[in-house]
């Protein structure tokens, strides 16, 4: 099992990374983790090299993430909400599914063998809503190739509790971990 992780957090002991850890003990086989706050994917400049051309014209670290898109069996965005939107930096990273939105819508291509599995968790302590961030995350999973949605893991009181520490959180993870880890 192969599993792509794209973390919008920019704390590397925050709480959505703390959730990270524990979802990651739980899966079998290869995890690529993409931390959005690392600087190493630039945004879609929309030059739209992806119009006509395979790929992306800009050539950093995404490269290796659309190979691994390509044969992976599950896809997680796990996020703080901010304003009861992913991050900025996570926005940014993701703006680069670009490129697999237009293979699709003008080359006509047809990406991804298999339907991967997805999963989101969200993490925040305001008084805002998680729904807005949900259905962005569920959107760019759909663009990433998953047809399989996990139930959304959530947790909205970190200004007050470590969400680390919430027994119910961390069983809804080593559940999740569980089925990601589950052939098909």
């Given at each position: 099992?192969?599993?792509?992780?794209?973390?919008?957090?920019?704390?590397?002991?925050?709480?959505?990374?703390s959730l990270?850890?524990?979802?990651?003990?739980?899966?079998?086989?290869?995890?690529?983790?993409?931390?959005a706050?690392?600087?190493l994917?630039k945004?879609?400049?929309?030059?739209?090299?992806?119009?006509?051309?395979?790929?992306?014209?800009?050539?950093?670290?995404?490269?290796?993430?659309?190979?691994?898109?390509?044969?992976c069996?599950?896809?997680?965005?796990?996020?703080?909400?901010?304003?009861?939107?992913?991050?900025?930096?996570?926005?940014?990273?993701?703006?680069?599914?670009?490129?697999l939105?237009?293979a699709?819508?003008?080359?006509?291509?047809?990406?991804?063998?298999?339907?991967k599995?997805?999963?989101?968790?969200?993490?925040?302590?305001?008084?805002?809503?998680?729904?807005?961030?949900?259905?962005?995350?569920?959107?760019?999973?759909?663009?990433?190739?998953?047809?399989?949605?996990?139930?959304?893991?959530?947790?909205?009181?970190?200004?007050?509790?470590?969400?680390?520490?919430?027994?119910?959180?961390?069983?809804?993870?080593?559940a999740?971990?569980?089925?990601?880890?589950?052939?098909?």
């Amino acid at each position: 099992m192969q599993t792509l992780i794209f973390n919008g957090s920019p704390r590397k002991n925050g709480d959505t990374t703390s959730l990270l850890t524990l979802l990651t003990e739980g899966l079998s086989g290869e995890v690529l983790r993409v931390d959005a706050y690392d600087g190493l994917i630039k945004p879609c400049i929309d030059c739209r090299y992806c119009w006509e051309q395979p790929g992306c014209a800009i050539q950093d670290r995404m490269q290796e993430v659309y190979r691994f898109l390509e044969t992976c069996d599950n896809v997680v965005i796990a996020s703080p909400v901010y304003f009861s939107e992913l991050t900025g930096p996570l926005l940014s990273v993701l703006s680069r599914l670009q490129a697999l939105y237009c293979a699709r819508a003008f080359r006509g291509e047809t990406l991804f063998g298999q339907d991967k599995r997805g999963l989101c968790i969200l993490v925040g302590g305001g008084d805002g809503s998680l729904s807005k961030a949900e259905g962005t995350a569920k959107t760019l999973l759909r663009q990433m190739g998953t047809r399989d949605l996990l139930p959304l893991i959530a947790f909205h009181d970190t200004n007050r509790r470590t969400a680390a520490k919430d027994l119910v959180l961390q069983q809804q993870l080593f559940a999740a971990a569980e089925a990601l880890s589950t052939p098909r």
